[in-house]
């Protein structure tokens, strides 16, 4: 069959007008794109300035922070500082890795608009929004295990395991040039962990301190299973903490730290139980105890006298050891609360710690009563009184030294107990962190922003 020319023009006529309105059908009908994905790329976010028509010659508006994580999820922000007339700044000391590591955060920072005010130029506030803050600090958000080891810059819903958000970097009220810098999951962590654990460093080691030298004074007195128990613990609770001192506790060994800081606290409240039991024991046979007189009350039964400085002595090592097993979980409950995900746990330990001390208190006080209150049935025409002397020093001393010991101890527990108080509750606030650049750009100090 044979067309004519018409034909062929009328034919080429149409292809031509099909292609034409090919993009306008496309677009109509819309694209295949998944909806909500999130975008591996970085983009700009819409600039702040007023939506007017600009020209293609018209330069991009100067972005005035960095947003951290999606626009769907930001979980923080890098902008200048301004400073607050009754801020208050409080260095945070990084290891060199981590400093390193944070200072690629800002290394589109000196791109941003410039302040109005002036104010320094090399120094950037690093804002950390509070519900990345608690969710990491109250456990009910955590960074995406990986296959290959180690964390991913995803966050999840530590029950559901449901991404909440990512971890990135991208510029906000204008353009940077420069494509978002990707940040590493573990990174973030850390910081956040070395920022929190700072606070608890001096206390934990202030308690080490005092346990080991409490253990020096009573070891001769505890036996070999005991002795090994507790230095085995300490060893480890010390190991933990050169972990926080050096910046190394990484997500991945929280629950491990967790079962290890469970046995202590178990063996804690066993040896507490057993001390207790003896100091009891002791207590009911100094107040059973019957003290023999001889003819006309002249004389006295001296074994029942040397059987009373016996439960004595016994009575103060199971004091001691109550004690000692007390304040290492204490301790204990001090890392808990420095850990993310285990401060509520770790203040509920120390608190029911602080309770048990003082009901220690109390019943020294009552053993130090009873010693006091028999003495004078150890009186006789015949007998030394040299003795009685001593119980009455024992006691004395005895319960000044208690009162002394349970007034630091207190104070310990009591200001360990509002630090982590204090913890929580600013949690609920963003963690404001002001970064100071070097003139290659670099990262070299790091400061805390504490607000009135």
């Known amino acids: 069959m044979t067309f004519s020319k018409d034909f062929w023009r009328k034919r080429l006529g149409a ?52 947003l951290l994580g999606s626009q769907d999820f930001s979980w923080g922000e890098i902008s200048r500082y301004q400073p607050g007339s009754n801020d208050q700044l409080k260095v945070v000391a990084l290891k060199p890795e981590l400093t390193s590591a944070l200072s690629s955060w800002f290394d589109n920072a000196p791109k941003l608009e410039p302040l109005s005010s002036g104010g320094n130029p090399s120094v950037y506030l690093l804002s950390i929004k509070p519900e990345l803050r608690k969710g990491l600090a109250d456990g009910s958000l955590k960074f995406m295990n990986s296959l290959d080891g180690g964390v991913r810059g995803a966050l999840v819903d530590s ?105 202590i606290e178990r063996e804690s409240l066993q040896a507490m139980s057993l001390a207790k039991t003896q100091m009891d ?103 030394n009184s040299k003795k009685q002397d001593n119980f009455q020093k024992f006691a004395t001393t005895g319960k000044t030294t208690t009162s002394q010991t349970f007034a630091q101890a207190n104070t310990a527990f009591s200001s360990n107990i509002q630090l982590v108080k204090s913890q929580i509750q600013e949690s609920s606030q963003p963690l404001l962190l002001l970064g100071e650049l070097n003139t290659q750009g670099k990262l070299i100090k790091v400061s805390q922003v504490v607000k009135p």
């Open 281 to 383: 024991k002791n207590f009911t046979a100094y107040k059973d105890t019957k003290i023999d007189k001889g003819l006309f009350g002249t004389t006295r039964d001296e074994k029942k006298i040397d059987e009373f400085e016996k439960l004595t002595g016994t009575y103060e090592v199971a004091a001691k050891n109550f004690y000692l097993a007390l304040t290492v979980r204490g301790l204990a409950a001090q890392i808990t609360c420095a850990m993310p995900g285990s401060q509520s746990a770790g203040l509920s330990r120390l608190e029911d710690a602080n309770k048990t001390l003082a009901e220690w208190n109390e019943n020294k006080g009552k053993f130090y009563e009873l010693v006091k209150a028999r003495i004078p049935e150890m009186d006789g025409f015949l007998v």
């Open 159 to 263: 029950k559901t395991n449901i991404i909440r958000g990512q971890v990135s970097l991208q510029p906000i009220g204008g353009a940077v040039g420069a494509s978002a810098i990707g940040i590493v999951g573990g990174t973030v962590f850390q910081l956040l962990t070395a920022v929190s654990a700072q606070s608890y460093l001096i206390e934990i080691n202030q308690q080490l301190v005092s346990i080991n030298r409490n253990l020096e004074e009573i070891k001769q007195f505890l036996q070999d299973k005991e002795y090994t128990a507790l230095t085995g613990n300490l060893d480890y609770l010390t190991r933990i903490r050169d972990l926080f001192t050096q910046q190394n506790i990484n997500e991945t060994d929280l629950q491990p730290f967790r079962n290890e800081l469970e046995k």
């Open 15 to 66: 292809i031509v007008l099909f292609q034409l309105l090919l993009p306008f059908i496309l677009g109509a009908c819309g694209d295949n794109s998944t909806p909500n994905s999130v975008n591996a790329n970085p983009t700009i976010a819409p600039s702040s300035v007023p939506n007017t028509s600009l020209s293609s010659s018209s330069p991009a508006p100067i972005p005035n922070k960095l």
